[in-house]
């Protein structure tokens, strides 16, 4: 599998050799979605809280007689029935929302994310890519030169200026190749790799 290689001007001057494993692998729409449903899953905090019948705070007394008001029969108004009653089944904290993924299908859905992109031309290969201070003008300059507005960077190594300078922007991500999940692959309309990282990606999934 040949990617495109550019210059700091965002210009295709040679290419570059990578694997057919990794970057020229069948897209597999299923997979894809079972991965990056998994991983938005398995992000997710059991943060969310309701309260049952034992809970709310409310009077044990009768709200009404029993009979002769024409009105169902209640007995206190904690009922899940009634407008500020508990939940019959309420969400708790400690929900589990976790989905189990094999490794061997992770790497497979990552990897058709990647030949996908290749496919698309949406990924591309730059030899190396750093600024020399960390001003977040220098990285918006460059990608402005090379004619990027939204991009994911997996450079092999990050150094400390590149990180400042580009954590500002809202539109940039810079992250190393073991943090490159298949959500960002998908969200950024284009994806830069540095050379050291496509090989870092080779090592570690193919």
């Known amino acids: 599998m040949e990617l495109k290689l550019i210059n700091d001007q965002g210009q295709s001057s040679a290419t570059v050799s990578a694997s057919d494993v990794l970057f020229g692998r069948d897209y597999n729409e299923a997979l894809v979605h079972q991965v990056v449903v998994a991983y938005q899953a398995n992000a997710r905090s059991g943060n ?55 490794r061997k299908m992770y790497r497979a859905g990552v990897a058709a994310i990647l030949s996908q992109l290749a496919r698309e031309e949406r990924l591309v290969v730059i030899d190396n890519f750093s600024v020399d201070a960390p001003k977040t003008k220098l990285v918006a300059q460059k990608l402005k030169g090379m004619g990027i507005d939204s991009v994911l960077l997996i450079t092999d ?47 570690m999934l193919a």
Request: hydrophobic share 35%; glycine share 6%.
């Open 48 to 102: 969310r809280k309701q309260k049952d019948r034992e809970e709310v705070h409310h009077s044990t007394k009768k709200p009404f007689r029993q009979k002769g008001t024409g009105r169902a029969r209640a007995g206190m108004t904690s009922s899940p029935l009634w407008r500020g009653g508990g939940r019959i089944f309420p969400n708790s904290p400690e929900e589990n929302f976790s989905q189990k993924v094999n």
């Open 157 to 203: 190594s990050i150094d400390d200026n590149l990180l400042l300078a580009a954590r500002n922007l809202p539109n940039v991500l810079v992250v190393e190749p073991q943090e490159a999940d298949p959500v960002s692959l998908i969200r950024f309309p284009r994806v830069i790799m540095t050379r050291a990282a496509v090989a870092k990606m080779e090592e």
